[in-house]
C-alpha cells in the first residue's frame, strides 16, 4: 500500500499513481474507464478533506472506513466516456443502456458529470450534472413570507395558508410492519429472507420518494410566490428528546424542505425564541403548552391558531432584519368570529390570491382550526 503521508493521510495524486501501478498488477482494472476509477481517488481525497474539517470543528470524527462490497452502490464518469443520445446513455467499457430520461438536457448547455447509483431497492439512476449559463434574477423584498412548521400541521404562513401534514411514515406503518415480521420468520442467509429484505427496502424507498414528492412541490410553490422565505432556526436536537413526538418530527422533513426552500429562493432563519409565545400584534407574552391550538391575547384581544401566530411573528423577526416592520392582516378562526371582538382588515384580493396559489383547500383549513 502507499506510504501513508501528511496528517496520516493520503492524496489524490499519490492514489492515481498508485492506481497505475496497481493496474499493472491487476490487469482486470483495464476493463474500467480510467477516469471513473480516478474519481474514486476524488473521492477519497474528499472524504478525507471533511475528515479532517470534521475534527477542526471539534467533532470527534474517527478514521475512514471502507466501503462493503454490499454498500458500494454508487460510480462516477467525470468529463468524458459518456454520451446520451435516443434514449441511451452511452458508458465506456459498459456499453449502452437504455434510459427513462425525466427531463431534457437544455440547449447549448454541456454535461460534466454522470453519476450512476443503483438504489438499494435494485433500480439504477443516472444523475447527470450539466454546465448552464443564466442570468442571476434581481430580488425585490415585496413579497416576504414567514413560514412556521410544526407536529399539528406541517406548515403555517403568515399569509395563512395551512398545509397539513403529510405523515408518510404513519400510513406505510402496517405494510413495513408486515414486511418486517415476514424477515423475521424467514430462515437467516436463506434466498427467502433476502427477497423478503429487499421488498423491506422497496416501502422505504417509497415512503422516500412520497416524501420528497410531497417538499419538492411545496417548496417550489414558496419559491414561486415568494422572494424572501423566513424560516425558524430548528432546535430540532432539543424536540427529538420528547419521545412522542420523535416519529413524527423524523417523518416531517422539515430539515430537508428548509433545505429545498433555502436553495431555490431565498431563505433566511430567524431565531425561533418565543416565537409561539409572543403575540404577534400587540407583544404581549402568551404562555401556552403543546395542546392548546389557539393564540388568545387578553391584552389586544386576538384570536388566531398558535402556528398562524408563530409565523406572523417570523415574517416580523426576518423584516425587521432589513429595518421593514410587517404588518399582518389577520384571518381568524371561523368559529371565534361571533364571540371575539377582533377586526378583520381588507384583505380581498389579498384572499384571493391565496385560494389560487395552494388550490383553495389548504386557506378553508386555516380557518377550522
Ligand atoms: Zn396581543
Known amino acids: 500500500m502507499v506510504n501513508q503521508t501528511r496528517n496520516g493521510f493520503v492524496t489524490r495524486n499519490d492514489l492515481n499513481y498508485f492506481l497505475t501501478e496497481l493496474k499493472e498488477q491487476e490487469p482486470w482494472l483495464y476493463s474500467y474507464h480510467s477516469k471513473m476509477l480516478q474519481m474514486i481517488s476524488t473521492q477519497i481525497d474528499g472524504a478525507q478533506k471533511s475528515l479532517?474539517?470534521?475534527?477542526?470543528?471539534?467533532?470527534?470524527?474517527?478514521?475512514?472506513?471502507?466501503?462493503?462490497?454490499?454498500?458500494?452502490?454508487?460510480f462516477t464518469y467525470n468529463q468524458s466516456g459518456f454520451k446520451?443520445?435516443?434514449?441511451?446513455?452511452?458508458?465506456?467499457?459498459?456499453?449502452?443502456?437504455?434510459?427513462?430520461?425525466?427531463?431534457?438536457?437544455?440547449?447549448?448547455?454541456?454535461?460534466?458529470?454522470?453519476?450512476?447509483?443503483?438504489?438499494?431497492?435494485?433500480?439504477?439512476?443516472?444523475?447527470?450534472?450539466?454546465?448552464?449559463?443564466?442570468?442571476?434574477?434581481?430580488?425585490?423584498?415585496?413579497?416576504?413570507?414567514?413560514?412556521?412548521?410544526?407536529?399539528?400541521?406541517?406548515?403555517?404562513?403568515?399569509?395563512?395558508?395551512?398545509?397539513?401534514?403529510q405523515l408518510n411514515l404513519k400510513k406505510m406503518l402496517k405494510p413495513l410492519a408486515r414486511a418486517q415480521r415476514k424477515i423475521s420468520r424467514r430462515k437467516k442467509g436463506s434466498n427467502n429472507r433476502l427477497k423478503a429484505i429487499k421488498h423491506m427496502q422497496r416501502?422505504?424507498?417509497?415512503?422516500?420518494?412520497?416524501?420528497?414528492?410531497?417538499?419538492?412541490?411545496?417548496?417550489?410553490?414558496?419559491?414561486?410566490?415568494?422572494?424572501?422565505?423566513f424560516m425558524e432556526k430548528l432546535e430540532k436536537l432539543n424536540m427529538v428528546k420528547n419521545h412522542h413526538l420523535a416519529r413524527n418530527i423524523l417523518d416531517s422533513g422539515w430539515e430537508i424542505f428548509s433545505y429545498m426552500v433555502a436553495y431555490k429562493t431565498t431563505m433566511i432563519?430567524?431565531?425561533?425564541?418565543?416565537?409561539?409565545?409572543?403575540?404577534?400584534r400587540c407583544g404581549n407574552k402568551v404562555p401556552k403548552s403543546l395542546a392548546v391550538r389557539i393564540h388568545r391575547c387578553n391584552v389586544c384581544n386576538l384570536v388566531i391558531d398558535r402556528d398562524y401566530n408563530?409565523?406572523?411573528?417570523?415574517?416580523?423577526?426576518?423584516?425587521?432584519?432589513?429595518n421593514i416592520s410587517?404588518?399582518?392582516?389577520?384571518?381568524?378562526?371561523?368559529e371565534l368570529r361571533e364571540v371575539t371582538p377582533v377586526e378583520i382588515s381588507m384583505r380581498s384580493l389579498k384572499q384571493e390570491e391565496a385560494i389560487n396559489l395552494f388550490g383553495g383547500s389548504s386557506l378553508k383549513d386555516s380557518r377550522k382550526v
Not at 88 to 97: A, D, P, Q, R, V
Not at 154 to 164: K, N, T, V
Not at 205 to 212: D, L, M, Q, S
Not at 215 to 222: M, V
Request: glycine share 4%.
Open 310 to 322: 408563530a409565523s406572523i411573528n417570523i415574517l416580523k423577526r426576518g423584516l425587521s432584519i432589513f
Open 52 to 74: 479532517i474539517q470534521l475534527r477542526k470543528n471539534g467533532y470527534a470524527a474517527k478514521s475512514l472506513k471502507f466501503a462493503r462490497y454490499s454498500k458500494y452502490r454508487t
Open 269 to 280: 432563519e430567524v431565531p425561533a425564541r418565543n416565537t409561539t409565545i409572543d403575540c404577534s
Open 203 to 229: 416501502i422505504h424507498e417509497r415512503i422516500k420518494n412520497r416524501r420528497k414528492d410531497f417538499l419538492h412541490k411545496l417548496s417550489t410553490q414558496y419559491a414561486k410566490k415568494y422572494d424572501r422565505i
Open 84 to 165: 446520451i443520445q435516443n434514449g441511451f446513455l452511452y458508458l465506456s467499457k459498459i456499453g449502452k443502456i437504455k434510459i427513462i430520461q425525466h427531463r431534457q438536457i437544455p440547449e447549448n448547455s454541456k454535461i460534466k458529470q454522470v453519476i450512476i447509483t443503483k438504489s438499494k431497492s435494485g433500480k439504477w439512476y443516472a444523475c447527470i450534472t450539466c454546465n448552464i449559463e443564466t442570468d442571476v434574477p434581481k430580488i425585490n423584498l415585496s413579497k416576504a413570507v414567514g413560514i412556521d412548521v410544526g407536529i399539528k400541521t406541517f406548515a403555517y404562513d403568515s399569509d395563512g395558508h395551512r398545509i397539513p401534514n
Open 326 to 334: 410587517a404588518k399582518a392582516d389577520y384571518l381568524l378562526p371561523q
